[in-house]
T-cell receptor, first 116, second 115 residues
Framework: GAGVSQSPSNKVTEKGKDVELRCDPISGHTALYWYRQSLGQGLEFLIY????????KSGLPSDRFSAERTGGSVSTLTIQRTQQEDSAVYLC??????????????FGPGTRLLVL | AQSVTQPDIHITVSEGASLELRCNYS??????LFWYVQSPGQGLQLLLKYFSGDTLVQGIKGFEAEFKRSQSSFNLRKPSVHWSDAAEYFC?????????????FGKGTHLIIQP
């Protein structure tokens, strides 16, 4: 079946602009995760959704970052007033449930964001 | 807080030789453990996972890993590498206590295969 898809695959933007990154999870997966992969920080967990709700937003790097999920499916990660340090690959993953750590997360190909 | 250490940033192995990638974790309870592989420009693909039971787990592409509680380790092995195994390998820990369910990843090991 179809895996996790993300769009766009690449995004180049100017400093100060807003960007929206989209994630389509595997059909039927109730849990959805966002990560950021950068050279300096490696893979960082950003936020997790169980259904449409995100119990803990403390992993978001700053208040310029927000995420939402609607209909228990598609999620959008929004970065406002982008900065050069936001340049990274943003990865989305989904899993059948959010049962603690005992669940396998399936990753999408990522969105490569470059802020000029 | 939990952490994952992959001591080797780069490893070079000849094609056909055996491979071992090291992973150590720090966590107060028995974690859930994962190895993922990432090829250039691609997302992460799960190689194998350990949740409980037999401490030697088999994965895809001929990989295996052994959980050693006494050493807080979960090393990845392959008896004979192929050129297509060249990639970035990530060890990750999932929490057993619920709550925020993101994985904690190591910094990764870049595997280079020599002909």
């Amino acid at each position: 079946g179809a895996g996790v898809s993300q769009s766009p695959s690449n995004k180049v933007t100017e400093k100060g602009k807003d960007v929206e990154l989209r994630c389509d999870p595997i059909s039927g997966h109730t849990a959805l995760y966002w990560y950021r992969q950068s050279l300096g920080q490696g893979l960082e967990f950003l936020i997790y959704f169980q259904g449409n709700s995100a119990p803990d937003k403390s992993g978001l790097p700053s208040d310029r970052f927000s995420a939402e999920r609607t209909g228990g499916s598609v999620s959008t990660l929004t970065i406002q007033r982008t900065q050069q340090e936001d340049s990274a690959v943003y990865l989305c993953a989904s899993s059948p449930s959010g049962a603690g750590g005992a669940t396998t997360q399936y990753f999408g190909p990522g969105t490569r964001l470059l802020v000029l | 807080a939990q952490s994952v250490t992959q001591p080797d940033i780069h490893i070079t192995v000849s094609e056909g030789a055996s491979l071992e990638l090291r992973c150590n974790y720090s966590y107060g309870a028995t974690p859930y453990l994962f190895w993922y592989v990432q090829s250039p420009g691609q997302g992460l693909q799960l190689l194998l996972k350990y949740f409980s039971g037999d401490t030697l787990v088999q994965g895809i592409k001929g990989f295996e890993a052994e959980f050693k509680r006494s050493q807080s380790s979960f090393n990845l092995r392959k008896p004979s590498v192929h050129w297509s195994d060249a990639a970035e390998y990530f060890c990750a820990v999932g929490l057993s206590g619920g709550g925020a369910d993101g994985l904690t990843f190591g910094k990764g090991t870049h595997l280079i295969i020599q002909p």
